[in-house]
Nanobody
Framework: QVRLVESGGGFVQAGGSLRLSCLASGDTSCMSDMNWYRQAPGKERELVAAVTSESSTYYSDSVKGRFTISRDDAKNTVYLQMNSLKPTDTAVYYC?????????????????????WGQGTQVTVSS
């Protein structure tokens, strides 16, 4: 299993910055994509940013140009640098990792597992 612990959330004024971190522990050998999702009150959880094991990145249109995702595989950590924050960025931010099941070992270990989630960290942006 993989355990994910997010940190770095908090309260910030519009235009400010925050840096989220997500530390993975446990069996990290089969991890593939590392992702950040967010969920605002009354809304569905949405993908904000993703980074593959080859460091290709994806951003939702709402954060493109303001957020930067990165990963440090030596530290089993994924980061989300959030700049020019807006009140609409207020949400609980969740770390998520996918699993690469292309190897026999990983397929045997995680065949029925879609991925793992952290517990979430609150980000509140005031106007």
């Amino acid at each position: 299993q993989v355990r994910l612990v997010e940190s770095g959330g908090g309260f910030v004024q519009a235009g400010g910055s925050l840096r989220l971190s997500c530390l993975a522990s446990g069996d990290t050998s089969c991890m593939s994509d590392m992702n950040w999702y967010r969920q605002a009150p009354g809304k569905e959880r949405e993908l904000v940013a993703a980074v593959t094991s080859e460091s290709s990145t994806y951003y939702s249109d709402s954060v493109k140009g303001r957020f930067t995702i990165s990963r440090d595989d030596a530290k089993n950590t994924v980061y989300l640098q959030m700049n020019s924050l807006k009140p609409t960025d207020t949400a609980v931010y969740y770390c998520n990792v996918g699993l690469d099941k292309s190897s026999p070992f990983c397929k045997a270990q995680y065949n029925d597992v879609l991925g793992y989630w952290g517990q979430g960290t609150q980000v509140t942006v005031s106007s």
